[in-house]
């Protein structure tokens, strides 16, 4: 085992993390070294295994590993904070919330640049999305740029807790485009009435309410048939019938 680490082999390494691993899962009578060299390694960023003992260890909740993940996600940048972003996401479990209360924290300082605020949400999203969305739901409705585009993605992954949100919203184009394109994504039926609403309010981007309109064909579940029925009738107007009928 010490050869082949020293080696820095990553195809050999790989397998050796493999070997560690199940030692230490299973209780082996040589799980203490198992999780001492898993710990060299993690500790050694030029290790061509780094990231993958590293993974193992926030995975059994390593007390070292979950404090330097903590650090990454207050410190990295760019690229190695997508890679933070990755592991913590995929893996966080019950420590999600510890997670999400560092994400917040480096949220609330200034310096922070668009592209890592787009990370940081991603995170927030993915550990607890009750707490990301405001936040991601406040992004989306700026003004575009590189947050308010990064924050697409996200308000769909939201799931029911984005579509709530974003129910304060559609008295807006904007708003309800992004009601509209969650509720797309989602296909949920929970979203037929706001949807209605939105195909319906005659102040609202004819271009929207034909995409609520469509959306609502494509919900996998709800009185779908019954709401462009109602819909048509309400609207009282023969291209907006036609389409319902297609639909």
Known sequence: WEAIIES?????????????????ETGDP???????????????????????????LLRQGHPWAIERTRREVMESVGAYLGQTVDRVTSMAGALGPQ???????????????DVDRVLLCRLLTGVDPDRAADLVVGYALDEPGIVSRGMLPLVAD??????????????????????????????????LPVLEQIVLDEGRDPAIRRQAFD???????????DSLRRLARALKDADWSERARLL
């Open 215 to 225: 959306c609502i064909a494509r919900l996998e579940s709800g009185p779908r048939d």
């Open 99 to 113: 997670f999400a209360e560092v994400a917040l924290a480096r949220l609330a300082r200034p310096d922070v640049d």
């Open 30 to 56: 040589e799980a203490p070294r198992a999780a001492q060299l898993l710990e060299r390694v993690a500790t050694d960023p030029q290790h061509s295994c780094h990231v993958e003992a590293l993974d193992t």
């Open 158 to 191: 939201l799931g029911e807790v984005g579509l709530e949100r974003l129910q304060r919203e559609v008295t807006t184009d904007r708003g309800a485009g992004l009601y509209v394109y969650a509720a797309a994504h989602l296909k949920s039926g929970s979203a």
């Open 8 to 24: 820095n082999n990553r195809v050999d390494g790989l397998t050796l993390m493999s070997m560690l691993v199940r030692a230490v």
